[in-house]
């Protein structure tokens, strides 16, 4: 997993760093391949931002938040993120199963 974040008008942190890649060990179970991570923080006037950006060979997943708190931001990212890919996880089991049985019917 590659993770690349990048900071607007916030300074970075060790402890920002830690946390997000955290929450990321969540989403690992759901890729077996090489994922890139664009995770973006940033802070207009009081409100923070997290833009996360999750890519790999055959997918774009994208998810924003905005929220007074940055860590919280880092909360609501992961749900938004899981429910993309449990639909294309169900939409691709849905795909092999539906192949599967229309070659066991021939």
Known sequence: MELK?????????QYIETTIKNKLEKLKK??????NVDWICSLDGTLHTS???VSGDHFTYHAKSENDNLYKTFDDILPKLEKQLK????QTK???HKNSRSKNSD
Do not use: A, L
């Open 5 to 13: 974040i990048s900071y607007r008008h916030i300074e970075s942190s």
């Open 30 to 35: 759901y890729f077996q391949g090489k994922m």
């Open 94 to 96: 849905s795909i092999i």
């Open 87 to 90: 639909k294309r996880k169900e």
């Open 51 to 53: 833009d996360v950006t």
